[in-house]
Nanobody
Framework: VQLQASGGGLVQPGGSLRLSCAASGRTLSSYRVGWFRQAPGKERDFVAG??????STAYADSVKGRFTISRSNAKVYLQMNSLKPEDTAVYYCAADPVWGSYSSGYDYWGQGTLVTVSS
């Protein structure tokens, strides 16, 4: 499964971005999907995940109330609002067809998209 994350860019503090994750040649509707991020010099951290036919979700504490993960038309999105400079990172989407944890155990990863929050 080849994943492609897109939608990153430069945004001012308080602004919004929407990231998209798509799989080539298939839908992600039945996959467990997570978003992760890695800031310079730091480890990759879990941001948000979605799984199951009901689309249950989970979020890191640092993004609760600001970020929303969702599915639509075979893609998975990460809506990011009220962005802060500390949200600056490369954002990766990951997917797996097997039920499991929101934050680990993904076999397929996208290439990442850079989000920079700066004035």
């Amino acid at each position: 499964v080849q994943l492609q994350a897109s939608g990153g860019g430069l945004v001012q503090p308080g602004g919004s971005l929407r990231l998209s994750c798509a799989a080539s040649g298939r839908t992600l509707s039945s996959y467990r999907v997570g978003w992760f991020r890695q800031a310079p010099g730091k480890e990759r951290d879990f941001v948000a995940g979605i799984r199951g036919s009901g689309g249950s979700t989970a979020y890191a504490d640092s993004v609760k109330g600001r970020f929303t993960i969702s599915r639509s038309n075979a893609k998975v999105y990460l809506q990011m609002n009220s962005l802060k400079p500390e949200d600056t990172a490369v954002y990766y989407c990951a997917a797996d067809p097997v039920w499991g944890s929101y934050s680990s155990g993904y076999d397929y990863w996208g290439q990442g998209t850079l989000v920079t929050v700066s004035s």
